[in-house]
Every structure is written in structure tokens, then in C-alpha cells.
């Protein structure tokens, strides 16, 4: 499996500020995919992030929101934006472990804080 | 419908017991299933994947009954380490990446 590093590991942000959540992984993938984990709540994905070309995003997640950069096919960034105490939550990069992008490969995430 | 439920828990069991999960999934289209292992304040990491036929790994056991729409994980012989929170998850067909994860079962494994 990928080794994935994110930044900052944990923050404690103030309402109305922007966050940028770096991801670094050692190797190089295609598919790259951000997800958040709510208090109590399950994993939710963002979007997939696609290097040279824009995210695509799920239901409910917008790029002003959360905007997406892919600059090449070990990094990542999210920037949540304008954050609010909703937005506080886990957020993880992720990697597809194999060629059909089932398995997935999680970082160790980001501990948002909104207050 | 919630597209994956779970028992919540948590399931409190003493060492050396066996216990099992239970989860259900509402997309009758979806082609593959996993259960991840998720620590207190740690990300989410791939326990086994679960097949038709069902897969056994050591001391857990996955199943997977497609029609309906059903999937379990029994572990036997709890230990201490086994205290987690067990993901049931479920990939929709054609999805690449797209996950969907139940919110989670607890076991706490007592001495």
C-alpha cells in the first residue's frame, strides 16, 4: 500500500477562516479522493481529485466550498473555506489501492477544529 | 433507507468470545464489499474484502448474501486488540473510489 502524509494532522481554525489540507503520497497514483468523517457520522467522500483537470464532486459539495488542486500525481491539496463549527470533522486523503479503485488507502487525516 | 446501516453498538465481550456484525446495503447494484477497521482518533484501514462465496482471514470470517443484500463479520476468539470500530462498506458499480461506509459498529473486548 501507498505511504500518505497529510498537513496539518490537526488545527484548531477560527469561524470564518480557510483551511488548506496538504496530502503527499511516495508514489505515483491516478485517482485521488478526498473524504470526511463528521463527529458520530460516517465517512463521507468529497470529490475525486484528478490531475490536469478539476475535481469532480459529490452531492452536496461545492468547489467554492472546497476547493480542490492536483497538481501532480503525488499531491494533493483541499482548502476548506470559510469554515463554520459544521465544518469541523476528520478529513482524509485517499488513495485506490488497486486498478479498479475499490480499495482504498486512507491517510492518517486531518483533526479540524472550527470555533 | 439509510444505503448502509449497521448495529451501532457498542458490543461489549469478554476475551476469547465470539462475536458478529451484521450490516445491510439498499443498492442492489452494488459490485464490492469490504470491512475496514477504524481506531479511536485513527483513519480507516482495510480489514478484508467480502465475497460471494465468503472469506475467511485468520480468526474472521466475512459473508456476503446478495439477495438479501446482507453482509456479516464474525470474529472468534476476541482480543484485546480486536477494540475497534468495524466498517461495513459497500462500493456502488461503476463508482471508482466512491465508498460508501455505514457509520460503524463498536467492540470494546473486556480482560
Known amino acids: 500500500s501507498a505511504v500518505i502524509s497529510q498537513k496539518p494532522s490537526r488545527d484548531i481554525c477560527q469561524r470564518g477562516t480557510s483551511l488548506t489540507i496538504q496530502c503527499q503520497v511516495d508514489?505515483?497514483?491516478?485517482?485521488m479522493f478526498w473524504y470526511r468523517q463528521q463527529p458520530g457520522q460516517s465517512l463521507t467522500l468529497i470529490a475525486t481529485?484528478?490531475?490536469?483537470?478539476?475535481?469532480?464532486?459529490e452531492s452536496g459539495f461545492v468547489i467554492d466550498k472546497f476547493p480542490i488542486s492536483r497538481p501532480n500525481l503525488t499531491f494533493s491539496t483541499l482548502t476548506v473555506s470559510n469554515m463554520s463549527p459544521e465544518d469541523s470533522s476528520i478529513y482524509l486523503c485517499?488513495?485506490?489501492?488497486?486498478?479498479?479503485?475499490?480499495?482504498?488507502?486512507f491517510g492518517e487525516g486531518s483533526w479540524l477544529t472550527v470555533v | 433507507r439509510k444505503e448502509v446501516e449497521q448495529d451501532p453498538g457498542p458490543f461489549n465481550v469478554p476475551e476469547g468470545a465470539t462475536v458478529a456484525f451484521n450490516c445491510t446495503y439498499s443498492n442492489s447494484a452494488s459490485q464490492s464489499f469490504f470491512w475496514y477497521r477504524q481506531d479511536c482518533r485513527k483513519e480507516p484501514k482495510l480489514l478484508m474484502s467480502v465475497y460471494s462465496s465468503g472469506n475467511e482471514d485468520g480468526r474472521f470470517t466475512a459473508q456476503l448474501n446478495r439477495a438479501s443484500q446482507y453482509i456479516s463479520l464474525l470474529i472468534r476468539d476476541s482480543k484485546l486488540s480486536d477494540s475497534a470500530t468495524y466498517l461495513c462498506v459497500v462500493s456502488p458499480s461503476g463508482s471508482q473510489g466512491n465508498l460508501i461506509f455505514g457509520k460503524g459498529t463498536k467492540l470494546s473486548v473486556k480482560p
Open positions: 481529485a484528478n490531475q490536469g483537470s478539476e475535481a469532480t464532486y
Open positions: 485517499s488513495v485506490a489501492g488497486d486498478s479498479s479503485g475499490n480499495t482504498i488507502y
Open positions: 508514489s505515483q497514483v491516478t485517482m
